[in-house]
């Protein structure tokens, strides 16, 4: 049988954990990847699991339990009062599996949720970092295509006054040589 002041115990450790802010962290990883179902759906299979066993062992509930979850946190059958017992029956062949499986797999889904849990917090502040620094770069490119624009003006500028020199070297020089030709003929 179960011992009520052990459950007491615990939902007062549940309070002090609530009271410490640590619920609203816990309740985003649980919402994680849907790993408040998988440990709903394994809290399930280890009662009924502990059932099985204690029915088919002949041994008490707390003790079936106290198997089932030294079973699936071990990935094996566990030692009771000292020896280990392997599975023989099928229903305990089967228990044991199922229990094995769901161990492996709520360690999987508790360290795959606890990883986006923080990854999703690490990529917020990133995200921040990202945008911040996009829109540094988007300025300083909108600066650049600025000076880009004014140093085009100023070339397209100082390329008319080469053109302008130019025409007026040529009108002078073309003057020049008109003179020599006109002194030579003359």
Known sequence: MFNLSGLV???RLLRLIRLAGLMGKLR???H????LYVIFFTITFLLVGAEAFAITEHVTLDTAFWWVISTASTVGYDA?????IPPHSIVRKFVT???MLLGIGIVGMLTS?????????????NTLKTHDNIQLILKKLDNLEKQNKDLADQNKKMQAQINELKDVQNT???HKIKEWFEKKKG
Request: hydrophobic residues 40%; positive net charge.
């Open 9 to 11: 115990s615990d939902l």
């Open 172 to 174: 002078t020089e073309l």
């Open 80 to 84: 009771i009062f000292g020896k280990t």
């Open 28 to 30: 985003n990883i649980f």
């Open 113 to 125: 949720s606890i990883t986006s849990y923080l990854m999703r917090r690490t990529n917020g502040a």
């Open 32 to 35: 994680t990847n849907g790993l």
């Open 97 to 99: 599996l199922v229990m």
